[in-house]
Each structure stands twice: as C-alpha cells, then as structure tokens.
C-alpha cells in the first residue's frame, strides 16, 4: 500500500527535524535530564513540526532506553506509539471536538494511572479551535495535573488561545523552515526514492512551499508523477507558477509601454488554462522584491539565484519607489477583485496592467505620486545634460591605407543599399491621437492640421507627412512645431528637440481596384 512522503520521511528522533534546532536542543536537554514539563504550547505555521515535535515527545517520555535525549524507536513503547496502539497517547482533533463535553470526559481520564507506559501524554490538534468553556474546563488540570499526565497543545493561531492556557504552559515558537533547508531534505528524500530531482528544481518547490516541510514534499512527489526529470521548467509547468523571466519579462514591457507584449502575455496563460490569479501573486511577489532592491540593495532578504538577482537589479533601475509601491497597490486591488468577481479576471487583469503602463490612466493619489516622481526624473536629468559649450571636433588624418579600403568598398555599399533601405523602415507612431489631443489643449488649430497627418519615427527623426499642401506649410512654422514638440514631450515621446520634427507633404493615391486599372 503507498504511503505519502511527508508520513514515510516524517522524522523519528529529534536530530532528523530540520529548521527547529533552537527547540529540538530543549526538548532533548529536558528528556536526557528528566526535567519534562507538565505541559507545553507549541505554535507556528502549517508544516514546520509541530505534531511532529509532539510524538518525538511522547516517545522520549516513554521510552525503556532513551539515546541522548531521543527515543529509541526499538523498545516495545516506541514501537507501540509508533503503530497507533498505545491506549495512554491521545491524539485529539480540536477542530472536529471543541465541545466542553468532550474536555470533560478527558479531564476525569486524567486521574487513571496509564496502562502499560509510563506518561499519558495527550497531544490536542489545533488547539485554538476549543471553545471559551473547554478551556475554562481544562485549567484546574492543566495547573495541577498528576505526575503522569503530559499535555502537548499544538496551534496556528496561537493568540486565539486564552493567556491563562499559556501562562501554565511551556511555549515554544516553530519557524518557518529556511529554503537550503527544505531543498536540502528535498535532495535527500529524492535520492532514497529514485526520483531526478535538480537542484534548480528543488529551490523553486521549497520557495513555493513557504516555509513548510509538509507541503514541499507533497509538491515534489506530486512532480515526480510525471516520470521526468524534475527541474525549474517541469515545476512552473505542473504548479501553473511563472518563471522568473517571466516575470523580468512583464516588467520590462511595463516599463516600456510595449501594450502589444502584455496582452499576449495573459492571453497565453488563458490559452494554456493557467490561473490569472497564481500569475498575479507571483507578479506581486516579484514587485515585493524589487521593493526591497530598491529600498535597502541588500540581497539578503531575497531568496534569489545569482542570475535572477543580476535580473532584478536590471529591472528595479528602470523604476522609482513612488511609482513600484504604485504599482503594488494596483495588483493588490486587482487580486482583491478577482477573488470577489472570478468571472472578469481577464478584463481586470488587462486593465490593470494597462494602468500600470501609464500612470495617466487613474486619478488615485498614488498614481499621481508617480507622475510627480516621474516629473522629478524627468527635470534632474535635463539639469544634468545642459550643454553650454559645443563639443570640439578633433581632426583624425586619414592614412592612405584607409583610403585605399574605402575605395574598394564602395562598390559593395552601393549594391547593398538597397537591401539596407529595405530592413530600416520607418516605425507609426502608435500614440498619435495622444499627441494631436494634448496639442489642442494648448493650440485647436494644430489640432485641426494634425488630425489629416501621420507621423513616422526613423533613428530619432520624426516625420509628419500631411495630405494637404496648405497644413503642411502651416505646420512647418516654428510655432506650430513647438506647439507639436510639447506636445510629444508630454506624451512620453523620446525627442530633445524640435529639429527632429520634419514636415512634409505627401498627396494621397485615391484607392482603386484592379477592376478600374483594367
């Protein structure tokens, strides 16, 4: 019969717990010294040993020949615990009996001596699950209970417990288990089954995990069903997570505007039926680290690869704090949502990215903030680039060697020209109607000459080709190209100077069929 790989691995002894050495090394002092306390508290998150922790206990009290304060797991005791049939260790779900009734009945088993172990040792499941009048029930035994009686409260929710149940208790706070922690046993548990695990792999199954041994291993046997090597590829396939170049990837056509980019981004996890909501947390998790990057620069707090790191820093540069802790409000909000409406997670999540690319999209303050922050870019780097004397131009003689190559590769330049005009090609602007809107806003008539024209962008020159003679003339003048220039400085438009405006006028070809050329 198959048993699961968090129940065959779950440590016996308390050497084998990983991540909790700072409570095995007490409970191992107190079991080799005999100085077992009546009652203990032991809290923390899902995964990390707590039930675990309990029946090593258990055992230890239990045991006919400890070894250095573990149990020995061959003695007739840990053998008996282990198999579930000794009478006198108590297991009990307070999730499913919270009632006083049921306290009341354990409270009078308390008074019997055990029946064939040393300790009667009861370990209560979810303890903050009982009720205000099971606790109430509970205390006089908890303070004073017979030298044979050993309670283990385990919890999630410690601060859901009454602080009169804690103060008469040992507490003892579970962490969340370390990454090279859990990839470490994730490794070692791999190699006793036979299963190719990378080490890639494994680092992105105990990232995934947060924390808990229990899920981890449960998500690295569920990658081995698919009888394939178990790297970083495979996982993000089965988990339905992204990559972390992925997420490089949308933040890169974030910060670029690239609209085109983000759209085909969701429309492929849709297409692959992946969850939005999953690609939306690990978005949010990848904006969290650029916030650390940018706030401190210190790597220490993230759980990175070298590579992926390199990566982050390459990203968090093209961004200012005002406009990431914006950004992360939007994705916030935008989780929210989907979570209250699953039916319009594609049209949230479009959307949302959508005003992530340009702040001008919402009136929210934090978006404004960014505006302002971008503005405040925008102003220090033009008082830095201010030119005030021209570059002087230094004379290089030129050899008759170089001469003699220019000649010979002239030929070859003239019979490529063609091939060459045909790969640059002049790109449309794809804001246009932005530019002629914020263009009325200071001038209508430029707006009125503009609505007939088409602008094109090649290597830094932008050319405005209007269908009539008369608007192209009016727009050539210097006025009217300011007006365009600050125009295009506000819509986001990579241009220093009104120079790079070229004006021209282009008569349109009436469409015909081949019908009419016939």
């Given at each position: 019969?198959?048993?699961?790989?968090?129940?065959?691995?779950?440590?016996?002894?308390?050497?084998d717990?990983?991540?909790?050495?700072h409570?095995?090394?007490?409970?191992?002092?107190?079991?080799?010294?005999?100085?077992?306390?009546?009652?203990?508290?032991?809290?923390?998150?899902?995964?990390?040993?707590?039930?675990?922790?309990?029946?090593?206990?258990?055992?230890?009290?239990n045991?006919?020949?400890?070894?250095?304060?573990?149990?020995?797991?061959?003695?007739?005791n840990?053998?008996?615990?282990?198999?579930?049939?000794?009478?006198?260790?108590?297991?009990?779900?307070?999730?499913?009996?919270?009632?006083?009734?049921?306290?009341?009945?354990?409270?009078?088993?308390?008074?019997?001596?055990?029946?064939?172990?040393?300790?009667?040792?009861?370990?209560?499941?979810?303890?903050?699950?009982?009720?205000?009048?099971?606790?109430?029930?509970?205390?006089?035994?908890?303070?004073?209970?017979?030298?044979?009686?050993?309670?283990?409260?385990?919890?999630?929710?410690?601060?859901?417990?009454?602080?009169?149940?804690?103060?008469?208790?040992?507490?003892?706070?579970?962490r969340?288990?370390?990454?090279?922690?859990?990839?470490?046993?994730?490794?070692?548990?791999?190699?006793?089954?036979?299963?190719?695990?990378?080490?890639?792999?494994?680092?992105?199954?105990?990232?995934?995990?947060?924390?808990?041994?229990?899920?981890?291993?449960?998500?690295?046997?569920?990658?081995?069903?698919?009888?394939?090597?178990?790297?970083?590829?495979?996982?993000?396939?089965?988990?339905?997570?992204?990559?972390?170049?992925?997420?490089?990837?949308?933040?890169?056509?974030?910060?670029?505007?690239?609209?085109?980019?983000?759209?085909?981004?969701?429309?492929?996890?849709v297409?692959?039926?992946?969850?939005?909501?999953?690609f939306?947390?690990?978005?949010?998790?990848?904006?969290?680290?650029?916030?650390?990057?940018?706030?401190?620069?210190?790597?220490?707090?993230?759980?990175?690869?070298?590579?992926?790191?390199?990566?982050?820093?390459?990203?968090?540069?093209?961004?200012?704090?005002?406009?990431?802790?914006?950004?992360?409000?939007?994705?916030?909000?935008?989780?929210?949502?989907?979570?209250?409406?699953?039916t319009?997670?594609?049209?949230?999540?479009?959307?949302?990215?959508?005003?992530?690319?340009?702040?001008?999209?919402?009136?929210?303050?934090?978006?404004?903030?960014?505006?302002?922050?971008?503005?405040?870019?925008?102003?220090?780097?033009?008082?830095?680039?201010?030119?005030?004397?021209?570059?002087?131009?230094?004379?290089?003689?030129?050899?008759?060697?170089?001469?003699?190559a220019?000649?010979?590769?002239?030929?070859?330049?003239?019979?490529?020209?063609?091939?060459?005009?045909?790969?640059?090609?002049?790109?449309?602007?794809?804001?246009?109607?932005?530019?002629i809107?914020k263009?009325?806003?200071?001038?209508?008539?430029?707006?009125?000459?503009?609505?007939?024209?088409?602008?094109?962008?090649?290597?830094?020159?932008?050319?405005?080709i209007?269908?009539?003679?008369?608007?192209?003339?009016?727009?050539?003048?210097p006025?009217?190209?300011?007006?365009?220039?600050?125009?295009?400085?506000?819509?986001?438009?990579?241009?220093?100077?009104?120079?790079?405006?070229?004006?021209?006028?282009?008569?349109?070809?009436?469409?015909?069929?081949?019908?009419?050329?016939?």
């Amino acid at each position: 019969m198959h048993q699961a790989l968090y129940r065959k691995y779950r440590p016996s002894v308390f050497d084998d717990v990983s991540g909790q050495e700072h409570i095995t090394s007490i409970l191992r002092y107190e079991a080799l010294h005999n100085s077992v306390s009546h009652a203990y508290l032991f809290a923390g998150s899902r995964g990390t040993g707590k039930t675990t922790c309990a029946k090593i206990l258990a055992k230890v009290v239990n045991c006919l020949d400890p070894i250095d304060g573990n149990p020995c797991n061959e003695c007739e005791n840990c053998l008996a615990i282990d198999s579930g049939n000794a009478t006198d260790v108590v297991e009990m779900d307070a999730a499913t009996n919270t009632g006083v009734d049921y306290i009341r009945d354990l409270r009078d088993s308390v008074m019997y001596t055990p029946a064939m172990l040393k300790k009667r040792v009861y370990i209560i499941d979810e303890a903050h699950m009982l009720s205000d009048s099971a606790f109430n029930a509970l205390l006089k035994s908890i303070e004073e209970p017979p030298e044979h009686v050993l309670y283990i409260f385990a919890t999630t929710e410690p601060h859901k417990i009454p602080a009169t149940i804690i103060s008469r208790c040992q507490r003892f706070e579970f962490r969340r288990i370390s990454i090279s922690d859990l990839s470490e046993r994730l490794m070692y548990i791999a190699s006793e089954e036979g299963i190719d695990l990378s080490e890639e792999g494994s680092a992105l199954i105990a990232k995934t995990a947060q924390g808990g041994m229990r899920d981890a291993i449960s998500l690295m046997e569920l990658c081995a069903g698919s009888h394939r090597r178990i790297d970083a590829e495979l996982v993000n396939e089965i988990l339905g997570t992204s990559s972390y170049d992925k997420m490089y990837d949308v933040a890169m056509a974030i910060a670029n505007k690239n609209y085109a980019r983000l759209f085909q981004i969701i429309n492929d996890i849709v297409v692959s039926s992946k969850d939005i909501l999953v690609f939306f947390s690990d978005l949010t998790s990848f904006y969290r680290d650029m916030t650390v990057q940018k706030s401190s620069g210190i790597s220490d707090y993230l759980d990175l690869a070298p590579q992926e790191y390199q990566l982050l820093c390459e990203v968090t540069s093209l961004f200012d704090m005002a406009t990431l802790l914006y950004h992360s409000r939007l994705l916030d909000e935008a989780y929210a949502n989907m979570m209250r409406n699953p039916t319009n997670k594609r049209l949230c999540a479009e959307l949302t990215l959508m005003k992530m690319c340009d702040s001008k999209l919402s009136s929210t303050t934090d978006a404004l903030l960014a505006r302002i922050a971008a503005l405040e870019n925008k102003v220090a780097l033009l008082s830095k680039g201010i030119q005030t004397e021209p570059i002087p131009h230094t004379v290089v003689p030129i050899s008759n060697e170089i001469k003699k190559a220019a000649v010979d590769i002239k030929p070859v330049i003239e019979e490529k020209k063609d091939i060459v005009k045909e790969a640059v090609k002049p790109v449309e602007l794809y804001n246009w109607n932005e530019i002629i809107a914020k263009a009325g806003e200071n001038d209508p008539a430029v707006e009125s000459f503009l609505k007939s024209c088409r602008c094109y962008e090649l290597n830094g020159v932008y050319k405005v080709i209007s269908a009539h003679r008369l608007m192209a003339t009016m727009l050539d003048s210097p006025k009217n190209k300011r007006v365009l220039f600050d125009a295009m400085v506000c819509c986001d438009t990579d241009i220093d100077s009104p120079e790079q405006i070229k004006i021209s006028f282009e008569e349109q070809k009436a469409q015909t069929s081949d019908l009419d050329e016939f």
